[in-house]
């Protein structure tokens, strides 16, 4: 029986892939959304300490970094800008990986396929296979990662690169498993984040995507890794399963056949996608009409994900976007959720923590089981009157199988759009959208993505206004 590994890797070199048709219109909606949000990101102040940092020591000349007018290594490149991806809280993301491809996949993906002068088509491809292998290991975990203060897309992440890294490689099917092998020994990310607001988990994706670019090329050159580095005794399951039951046969069940890539989630607001459902229902009941002074008490009903915190007051940046009661109290208030209500003069704003003091979370023993095949939440307001409105959600709004998606991937390809358009404007890259749009619109026919490339990394304008934020 061949191992998980060597399973990937058939598929990764497989003549089927290079057949599915479906495969390029989708993943051009994901490179569209995570290299706007990698370019958005490059604004962070976060951003600008790992930007300085690596470049201080920059490489060999080989692939882009975003908004820099600079090339350095590969792998260099991949950890900017990957770190770049998930400094704003705006990447992709899976409902039952409960992981975020895109930031560590794209970075990997594109600075091999960019080395390696490779066709736009063979870098969706690359997207596509970096992103199933990824996010099918994180439907073995379902997210349990997350109790034991390690985060999934950190861990399953370096696989995803490397599977991506190698495509883009074109590396052969025992490379490939090599390349797996060797991954799987730098996986790595702690959760402590949660507790003091810093920056470690914006350097996961980038790290990930480092490793994977690494491990491709060590492969390339022969370097040796186990065929079993995930089903092991030594391996990936055991090792990060905590002793608690795991599906590991969910990593290849009809491998080929349905592609957990395409469950990926274009995400709307900056914040922990764990917050996402009850945002919708908080921005539906500002639009309804609902003034903030009406109300006198909100309860909140959740699934638990160790991940969220409840406490009434955020303390910086990095725990407002993880804070529901912050969130849906700036939802309620404004009827919106972007990136200005990240700031310091958001935090502050009375507005906000008058009604951050009435909110009330518990999270439900049912909703708890029911996740995260679903992400039910339950946003429940009394008024000032005593009238008491409840609305209920279980699956939050860029979800392509959420209701209002089901008529197919136009609406969620408008939004994804509509996405970028907003994100690039406030960030100061608006000058760069249809440019973006149409040469990432041209990957499946371009010969190389040298043009997308190029627009991604050219330096900003001297006399660009500079936001920051996050």
């Known amino acids: 029986m061949p ?29 569209l959304d995570t290299l706007a949000v990698m370019l958005a ?17 920059s490489g060999k000349a080989e692939a882009t970094v975003m908004a820099a007018g600079r090339k350095t290594s590969a792998w260099d490149a991949a950890l900017v800008n990957g770190a770049f991806a998930h400094a704003l809280e705006l990447d992709d993301d899976h409902r039952i990986a409960v992981l975020h491809p895109g930031a560590v996949v794209a970075p990997a993906a594109l600075a091999a396929a960019e080395t390696s002068k490779v066709s736009g088509l063979t870098f969706l491809r690359a997207m596509f296979v970096g992103y199933e292998v990824m996010c099918r290991l994180g439907e073995v975990f379902r997210g349990s990662q997350f109790n034991h203060g390690v985060h999934p897309t950190a861990l399953c992440g370096v696989f995803g690169a490397a599977a991506a890294a190698a495509v883009a490689m074109d590396l052969d099917r025992d490379a490939v498993v090599r390349a797996l092998g060797i991954a799987g020994t730098q996986a790595a990310g702690l959760t402590e984040w949660r507790f003091d607001g810093s920056w470690i988990k914006r350097l996961h994706p980038g790290k990930a995507a480092h490793s ?26 055991n090792a990060f399963s905590f ?26 607001y900056p914040c922990c996608r764990f917050a996402h459902g009850a945002i919708d229902l908080a921005v539906a009941a500002n639009q309804s009409g609902l003034s903030p002074h009406s109300i006198k008490a909100i309860d909140i009903r959740i699934y638990a994900t160790n991940v969220l915190s409840y406490h009434r007051r955020p303390t910086n940046v990095v725990d407002a976007q993880f804070n529901l009661p912050y969130v849906v109290a700036r939802a309620l208030a404004y009827g919106r959720i972007g990136l200005t209500d990240f700031t310091a003069p958001a935090l502050a704003d009375p507005e906000t923590t008058a009604l951050c003091d009435r909110i009330s ?40 199988s959420a209701a209002r998606y089901q008529n197919g991937d136009e609406l969620l390809e408008a939004e994804a759009e509509r996405k970028v358009a907003s994100l690039l404007g406030e960030t100061g890259f608006g000058d760069r959208v249809e440019s973006l749009r149409a040469r990432v619109s041209a990957l499946p026919d371009a010969p190389n993505v040298g043009e997308v490339a190029d627009i991604l990394g050219e330096a900003p304008h001297a006399e660009r206004a500079k936001p920051s934020f996050a």
Do not use: W
């Open 361 to 400: 979370v518990v999270e439900d023993e049912e909703f708890s089981r029911r996740y995260p095949d679903e992400y039910p939440v339950e946003l429940k307001i009394t008024l000032e009157n005593g009238e008491t409105r409840t609305t209920f959600s279980v699956c939050p709004s860029g979800d392509p």
């Open 243 to 268: 002793g608690e039951p795991i599906d590991a046969d969910r990593a290849v069940k009809n491998l080929g056949g349905e592609h957990s890539a395409f469950g990926t989630a274009i995400k709307p």
């Open 41 to 57: 990101g490059s604004v962070a102040p976060s951003s600008a300490i790992v930007a300085r940092t690596v470049l201080a020591a």
């Open 3 to 31: 191992s998980i590994s060597e399973q990937f890797a058939d598929f990764a070199t497989g003549e089927a892939l290079k057949r599915d048709r479906a495969l390029p219109s989708r993943m051009r909606v994901y490179a």
């Open 212 to 237: 994977g670019v690494l491990a491709a090329r060590l492969a390339q050159e022969g370097f040796t890794g186990p065929a079993t580095i995930l089903e092991g005794r030594g391996g990936f399951f």
